[in-house]
Each structure stands twice: as C-alpha cells, then as structure tokens.
C-alpha cells in the first residue's frame, strides 16, 4: 500500500496537482486574514460567499449563473492558453492583455461598424491579437527588446486605440458600445441550443465547446507535432535549437503570432456573446489578460490544468461579488488569484523539495537494507 | 511654458527615481519588473501620511514623514521579491508580474476598506485625497511649482552615481551582477548583496510611487495602480544603459513627453493641429518602443540578471 502512495508522489502532474492545490489554500488563507482584519465578524462569511460562489443560489438561477461563469472562463482559458503557448518558447507574453484587447478592438469594430456576421468578426479579431503578438515576436527577434517591456507598452497603446476606434461605435447615451443584439444580431454567436441547458441564459454559445477544442489542439500541437517540438526545443536552449538547423527566429515570431490569435479570439468569444459591451472610457488594461498568467501558471503550464484552473479562477472571481459590499468589496477574489500565482512562482521550489525528500527516504531504506543484509551479526 | 517644463521635472523625477531603483536591483542581478507594484505600495503609505497627519505640522515634518513612509512601504513589498527570487530562485518575472497584481489588488482592497469603514458603508470608492497636504510640497516662485520631490530625485540621483561608482559597496553589488561566481570565490556574499540590490529598489520605487500620484492631482484612485509607468521606468533604464548619469538624462526625454499630455491644451499651435488627447496619452509608451528598438541591439544589461545564483552549479 505504501509503495502505491509513493509512486503516486513520484509522477509529475501529480507532483504539479499538489503544488497548485498548495498555492489555492495558501491564496484562500490570505484572504481569509484579510478579511479578518478587515471586519472579523463577518469574515468567514464572506469567505463562504466567495468559494460557494453560484452555489449559493436556488436551482434554475444557479444554472443561469453557472452558465454565465462559464461563459466568462472561455476568454479566460484562451488568454491562458496564450500565454503557455508563448511560455513553452521562452517568451512571457504579458502582452496577452493588449492581444485580448485588440481582439475585443477587431471583432466589435466588424461587428458594429460593418455588420458582418460572427465567423469574419470573430477571425478579424484574431487576425488583430495575432498581429499585435507578431509585433512582440518581430521586436524581440529583430531588435532585442525585451517582450514584456514592449508587451506592456503594446497593452497601453491598445488600450488608448481601441478606446478611439470603438468610440465610434459607442451608444449615444453611454460610454459603453452599442449592445450586438439591438444593433446585428447575426454577428451573436449561435449557440445550437446549448442555452437550454442553463436555464436558457442567452450568453451561453458554442464559445464554451470551442475554447475546449482549442485547448486540445493546444496540447496536440504542442506534444504531438514536429512543429511543437521544434518551439519546445528552442525555448529551452535558443542556440542548440539553432545549430539543430531549426528557423529558431521565425518560430520565436510564429509562436507569438498563434499566442496573440489566441487571446484575440478569446476577446471574441467572449464579445460576441453579447454578455457585455466594450466600455469606451476603461483607463486602465482589462485584468484578463494577467489573469490568464495567473491561469496558465496554476494549471502547471499545461493546456487540460488551463482548463480546472481558468474555471476555479472565474468562479472565485465571480464569488467575489457576492461579498457584502457594504462592508468588504469584490476585489478580495483579484487579491486572492494574486496570491496564487505569487505563490505559484515557489512551485519549482516545491517540487525540488519533494524530489528531494523522495530521493532521501530512498537513499536511507537502500542504506538500511544493505545494512541489515551485510550486518545482521552486529546486533 | 513654465507649467511644461514644471510638470517634465516632476515626471522625471519619478521616472528617474524609479528607474534608478530599477538600476539597482538589476546590478545585483535581479530584474525587477514588480517595480510597478513597489511603485503602488509606496503611494499608498505616502498618501496615507498624508491624509492623516494634520496639516498644522508644517511642511518639513510632513515632507519628511511621507518620503519615509513611502520608502519603508516600498522597501518592506520589494522583500516579497528578494525571499522568492534569492532563497526560493523563483523565476523573477512570475514574481514580479504577480507582485504588479498583488499590490493593485491589495491597496484597492485596503482602501476600500478603509473608506467603507469610515464612513459607514456610503463611501465604497478606492480614492485617497491629499489636497490639503500636497500644497506642503511646493514652493512657488512666480508661476512656477517647484516640488520638494524634484530635490529629492536630484539627491538620489547623485548617491545612486555615488554608492555605485565610488564605494567599495557599489564595485560589489556590480560584480553580483555579473559574475557572482567570481564575486563569492572572492569573499563577497552574493546573498546579502542582491538583497541590497532588490531592497533599495523597493526604496526607490516606493518613493518613486508617492511622487507619481501627487505630480498632477491631488485624488488618487487606488484601483487604476500607475497605468504601467513602472515599466516606462524600466524603459527608461534599458535606454540609459543601467548608468545613473544617462537614465537621468532619458528620464528628462520620457518626462517631456509624458508632460505633453497633461500641458498641450495651454499651446495654441497644438491645439491648432487638433490631435485627440488620447494620441498624447499614447505618446510615452509609443517613444519608448521606439527608443527601445533602436538601442536594445547592442544592449548593456548585466550579464547575470535574471539567473538565480545557485552556489553548486559552475
């Protein structure tokens, strides 16, 4: 029975599932203090509140809620999966929040300005986030700038453009774009009747199946093709991967490309749901895209953990409105998945620490067994 | 014209003080992109000093009592990247991107907080006033603002050149950067040295913070954090080649046009040419890419930033 429990510790993925379990509770205890010292009466509560989430409600409003969290996990999913894909080449693209944005920039722009139908709006906003991650690659590769500096300056200047290019299109009596449905209903993604399975909440479209298979062909593009092992191979030595003969430049840019494509069609499977209107006024980058770092990190780098970890994170998220806001606010949830992904920043250490601990016991029953072998007349 | 050249001092002066912080850290070998973060917390100590203490004190007490409450606010949030990047050898970026997240969300939270708490639940914003307390912090001569803070910038700047270039402390905390092999077959603590680097940084960029949110207005709203100049620091400190002297002179550069979007409304010719606000909001962010890719080819950074130092491994 022993043995089992140890080769279980042995694996991996078993070894990353325990480190990001360690890095929920620890997240979860922070806040929990924070909100103790915020107001001890009410703490725990609040803390409820927040990790019973939609659970809180009756029946068929649990089910709507449920389907809006969902709704809400798909872009969150496909910035995660952006920056893992990016990850896997060395390249942390924090400019997966400008690529969502621009995505958002794209797909709303088609939709309201042009009125095209979903599928062209959906692949302009991904034509946009590819192009602003390109951008990132091409600086990276042709002139040496750092990408998290450029990503960070990509985000801000996306920011301030698409607040422009949307402005445009904004509704006359709010800051906000004017609403898909009222305006081209046919650029809404359909949903193939999915939305019965949640109460009928209409946000819920084929953008949920969709993130699944892209998070699939994520994992198959990046374990099971030449063309992944070839970004693998370059993230991990740039130059052996250059003396191997692989374009370890072009993958750099190839790479950042797919990754913003990535995070603009999220922005686009979430906009096009008409779950929410682009605000024209927003200064400052949509925490999206950072949470899709904290996703990606959590789910140990891997496209299949992406898809636990950007649900717990979106369900937290939507627990944090759920706080009594008369006294605490919802941010408790950002200042939780902060601390997971400060958190998750130990996980190589962790591991490192139970690797060493196994290899320890190991060394010590193998120093007992040969001594009771070799010794037995010295006792 | 004075009111553009009083706000590029003041702009600069941040930029300055935050990139030299940058400078720091990344000399001992460790890069620091939570300096945005750093730069949050420092603002919240400073505005809370200067929301609470009354203002009969008089200006030094003041003037000092923030400077010191934004440096130690500062300095005590850079500790979160010293223990995870010098005793944990996390990856720097992870911790200093979650560290960015952390203390907007922290100080949003911690605001929120306080103000619900105040006043009984009505007041639920992550704003922090200081009007009353900020005109503490400038002397005027005729239409001129001059700030305390751009004093202290220009102090910084020359024990920044000073600690570095001329004592026996900077030579080591340099060498931690580049070859922290050789640093310790020397004698020198690699450890203790990079953690100087990341604390004065923390320093820094806390005092970096308070000066940011007081230099054009005297409300802040703590949910916004400092809409990434934490990294046009870092912009500014790759430009002027992690030397004290040039970052100073870059930080004049971003400053300037940084000072273009709060001014261009006074010029009547850029008026005139009738660009929408928000081209001059994108201004600082589209020169520093710029400037980047024209100076990163041949860049100068420290060679080991970024590398955990790992005593075993050659």
């Known amino acids: ?379 | 014209m004075t009111l553009l050249v009083q706000y590029t001092l003041i702009f600069a002066s941040v930029l300055l003080l935050v990139a030299l912080g940058g400078c720091f850290a990344e000399r001992s070998g460790v890069i620091n992109i939570g300096l945005e973060g750093i730069m949050v917390v420092g603002a919240l100590g400073g505005a809370l000093v200067m929301k609470f203490l009354p203002v009969t004190v008089g200006a030094p007490v003041m003037v000092l009592t923030t400077i010191v409450a934004s440096a130690l606010f500062g300095l005590l949030f850079s500790l979160l990247l010293a223990v995870a990047a010098i005793n944990f050898k996390a990856d720097q970026t992870i911790t200093g991107t979650a560290m960015n997240m952390l203390a907007t969300a922290g100080a949003t939270v911690a605001v929120k907080a306080m103000n619900t708490a105040a006043s009984g639940g009505n007041d639920v914003s992550s704003d922090i006033a200081y009007t009353q307390a900020k005109d503490l912090f400038i002397v005027r001569f005729g239409s001129f603002e001059f700030n305390w803070f751009m004093l202290v910038a220009v102090i910084c700047l020359v024990a920044a050149y000073v600690v570095l270039y001329k004592t026996r402390f900077g030579l080591r905390l340099r060498a931690c950067g580049e070859h922290p092999q050789a640093a310790d077959s020397v004698g020198i603590n690699v450890y203790k040295m990079r953690y100087a680097g990341v604390l004065i940084s923390g320093l820094l960029g806390g005092l970096g913070g308070i000066v940011y949110i007081t230099a054009g207005v005297s409300v802040w709203k703590f949910e916004n954090g400092v809409a990434g100049f934490g990294f046009l620091a870092l912009a500014v400190m790759i430009f002027g080649a992690w030397h004290p002297i040039k970052i100073a002179l870059a930080a004049l550069l971003f400053g300037f046009f940084r000072a273009l979007g709060n001014v261009y409304s006074g010029f009547d010719f850029m008026m005139a040419l009738n660009i929408p606000s928000v081209v001059y909001n994108m201004l600082p962010y589209i020169i520093s890419l710029v400037v980047l890719a024209f100076t990163s080819k041949k860049s100068r950074a420290p060679k080991a930033e970024g590398i955990p130092y790992d005593k075993g491994s050659r």
């Open chain 1, 1 to 379: 029975m022993k043995k089992e429990n140890n080769s279980l510790i042995r694996k991996d993925g078993f070894q990353t599932l325990l480190a990001s379990l360690v890095c929920i509770l620890g997240g979860i205890f922070v806040g929990y203090i924070a909100l103790l010292i915020i107001e001890p009466s009410g703490a725990l509560g609040a803390i409820t509140a927040v990790l019973k989430s939609f659970f809180r409600y009756p029946g068929k409003l649990m089910l709507k809620y449920f389907g809006q969290t969902l709704v809400r996990t798909v872009p969150l999913l496909m910035c995660a999966l952006s920056v893992l894909f990016a990850y896997k080449v060395g390249m942390f693209n924090i400019g997966v929040a400008g690529q969502y944005v621009a995505g958002a920039c794209g797909c709303l722009y088609a939709a309201l300005a042009w009125n095209l139908p979903w599928l062209p709006c959906l692949l302009i906003g991904m034509v946009m986030g590819a192009l602003l991650g390109a951008a990132s690659g091409l600086l990276k590769t042709k002139c040496n700038v750092n990408i998290v500096i450029s990503g960070i300056m990509l985000n801000w200047i996306t920011l301030y453009l698409t607040n422009l290019i949307l402005g445009t299109v904004k509704s006359p009596s709010s800051p906000y774009t004017m609403s898909l449905m009222g305006t081209n209903p046919k650029a809404l993604l359909p949903s193939l009747g999915l939305e019965a399975l949640f109460n009928n909440e209409k946000s819920v479209t084929i953008a949920i199946p969709v993130a699944l298979i892209m998070a699939v062909v994520v994992w198959v593009v990046l374990n099971k093709t030449k063309f992944g092992y070839e970004l693998k191979a370059t993230g991990n030595n740039y130059n052996a991967a250059k003396y191997a003969g692989m374009k370890e430049n072009q993958n750099i840019i190839l790479t950042m490309l797919i990754a913003g494509a990535l995070a603009g069609m999220g922005a686009g499977l979430l906009f096009l749901t008409g779950i929410e209107d682009w605000e024209t006024t927003i200064s400052s980058v949509p925490a999206m895209g950072f949470n899709g770092i904290a996703v990606a990190f959590l789910g140990g780098l891997s496209p299949l953990g992406s898809i636990l970890s950007a649900f717990f994170i979106q369900y937290i998220t939507t627990g944090g409105g759920n706080v009594d806001l008369q006294v605490y606010c919802a941010q408790i949830s950002s200042l939780i998945s902060s601390l997971i992904i400060y958190l998750c920043a130990f996980v190589a250490f962790f591991k490192f620490f139970i690797q060493t601990r196994i290899r320890k016991s190991d060394e010590k029953k193998a120093a007992a067994l040969k001594a009771s072998e070799e010794g037995g007349e010295d006792k």
